[in-house]
């Protein structure tokens, strides 16, 4: 298996909603990541998780709650998000902290 | 804040042309650089990675490094329309052990 998913494909939600992403990988790489990325703009790094611990937080608000209960999987938890919060939420992995990064597909996020 | 310079384009190139996207970065101790290509309304996708000066080929896609100058460059030879994408630059901050993204360059190939 070579490739990370991601799952919904697409999220509408409302403000007062609480919803998760999650992202999934058995590739064996040990770092994973949560990105955001608004329309043409580059993705914009959120989390960092290097061996299921969090090891880079770019000072994101704590509406968003990342998870990384095993190496496989990653979830990003969302509560009481702002209609600006809506964008295209990757997920990527890599082999470790600082190798290429693959990315998984996205969820596509609209909040109302 | 280190940076990572790319013309946004777009960059328009007629079918079996060579095209030549390029790359700046300011972090002089950077090893690592990316190259990925993302079609609208997709994700990123890695096309190409390349640590040393030089030239690393890899199909149609050719990747050049200078790390004097802080350069990094992709060439696609014999462009086809379904390369028409966002080429996205990617330079490894070697401090921060993550990726700082260009903004992109839109490239067209015309049929």
């Known amino acids: 298996d070579t490739e990370v998913t991601q799952t919904p494909k697409h999220l509408v939600m409302g403000m007062t909603n609480k919803k998760s992403l999650k992202c999934e990988q058995h590739?064996?790489?040990?770092?994973m990541y949560w990105y955001k990325q608004k329309a043409k703009k580059p993705p914009e790094l959120m989390f960092v998780?290097?061996?299921?611990?969090?090891?880079i937080n770019e000072s994101v608000p704590s509406r968003f709650s990342p998870e990384c209960p095993n190496s496989s999987l990653l979830n990003l938890h969302l509560h009481a998000l702002q209609p600006e919060d809506s964008a295209l939420y990757l997920c990527?992995?890599?082999?470790?902290?600082?190798?290429?990064?693959?990315f998984g597909p996205g969820t596509r996020l609209t909040v109302l | 804040q280190k940076e990572v310079e790319q013309n946004s384009g777009p960059l328009s190139v007629p079918e079996g042309a060579i095209a030549s996207l390029n790359c700046t970065y300011s972090d002089r101790v950077s090893q690592s650089f990316f190259w990925y290509r993302q079609y609208s309304g997709k994700s990123p996708e890695l096309i190409m990675s390349?640590?040393?000066?030089g030239d690393k080929e890899d199909g149609r896609f050719t990747a050049q490094l200078n790390k004097a100058s802080q350069y990094v460059s992709l060439l696609i030879r014999d462009s086809q329309p379904s390369d028409s994408a966002t080429y996205l630059c990617?330079?490894?901050?070697?401090?921060?052990?993550?990726?700082?993204f260009g903004a992109g360059t839109i490239l067209r190939v015309k049929s």
């Open positions: 590739m064996g790489h040990r770092a």
């Open positions: 990527a992995s890599s082999p470790l902290r600082g190798d290429e990064q693959f």
């Open positions: 990617a330079v490894k901050e070697e401090y921060g052990n993550k990726l700082v």
């Open positions: 998780y290097s061996y299921e611990k969090l090891s």
């Open positions: 390349i640590y040393s000066n």
